[in-house]
């Protein structure tokens, strides 16, 4: 594996300036949010990010509202967090079905929709599920 800088940004702006600066020099640069298939992606050296951007300490991406008209899921939320919502078993059932479907308990603390949606994993979460909600990523 190739050496990487690694950034953890503490704040929504300085996150998006990383990836800025880097787009800019044309640094392959990839977000961190649960991590769990990006160590392995990593082996493979024409996938391999210059810069990991860890995402998951932003407030931003560690919201979870779910309301009567829309639910916002943050990127960086575990699975076993999404789990264990009461108000978001009740509202979408089938979306926190397919999360409780993926990986150990292990992975399902590091796992996240964010970071599933991004690697488009096959054994990722199935987001067909969450297509009938209007979802808008």
Known sequence: MESFAYAAPTTLDE?????R????????????AGGTDML????TVDRAPRV???VKHLKETNRLAVGAGETF????????VLTADAKLNAR???LVEAVDLIGS????GRASLG??????SPAAIPFPRSSPMAAYV
């Open 105 to 108: 308990s292990q992975i399902q």
């Open 52 to 54: 990991i951007v860890d």
């Open 92 to 94: 979408h059932p089938g």
């Open 15 to 19: 996150a998006l300036e990383i990836l």
């Open 115 to 120: 970071g599933n949606l991004c690697n488009a």
């Open 73 to 80: 899921v943050g990127a960086a939320i575990p699975g076993v």
């Open 40 to 43: 392995v992606q990593m082996r």
């Open 21 to 32: 600066a880097n787009q800019r020099r044309k640094v392959r640069t990839q977000l961190l």
